[in-house]
């Protein structure tokens, strides 16, 4: 089993930012990737960004690439999106998610994790 836990969101006014973490723990040598998700009250999920567990490869939705950054820190177990420029449409809960399997380039879908952390809300005011 992989646990992940989210932090870092908040409110912050547009064009500010933020940066989420999310911890691992467990059988983390299991993990294949990871990925960050976002869900907007009354929309569905959206992939946001997503990283193999080991490599350099970082993937991104169109629409926010430039804006958002994964990461991760092998040694802390942990992965983060860091995220500029916000506006209000980036308001949603935001999702870590762990891979067990190869997904090859399937990172933006949700149904190949395997484990979901619990979410931080991030909330962008006008």
């Known amino acids: 089993q992989v646990q992940l836990v989210e932090s870092g969101g908040g409110l912050v006014q547009a064009g500010g930012s933020l940066r989420l973490s999310c911890a691992t723990s467990?059988?983390?040598?299991?993990?294949?990737?990871m990925g960050w998700f976002r869900q907007a009250p009354g929309k569905e999920r959206e992939f946001v960004a997503a990283?193999?567990?080991?490599?350099?490869?970082?993937y991104y939705a169109d629409s926010m690439k430039g804006q958002f950054t994964i990461s991760r820190d092998n040694a802390k177990n942990t992965l983060y999106l860091q995220m500029n420029s916000l506006k209000p449409e980036d308001t949603a809960v935001y999702y870590c998610?762990?891979?067990?399997?190869?997904?090859?380039?399937?990172?933006?879908?949700?149904?190949?994790?395997?484990?979901w952390g619990q979410g931080t809300q991030v909330t962008v005011s006008s």
């Open positions: 467990g059988r983390t040598f299991s993990i294949y990737a």
């Open positions: 990283i193999p567990w080991s490599g350099s490869s970082t």
């Open positions: 998610a762990a891979a067990r399997r190869p997904i090859y380039t399937n990172y933006f879908r949700g149904d190949l994790y395997d484990y």
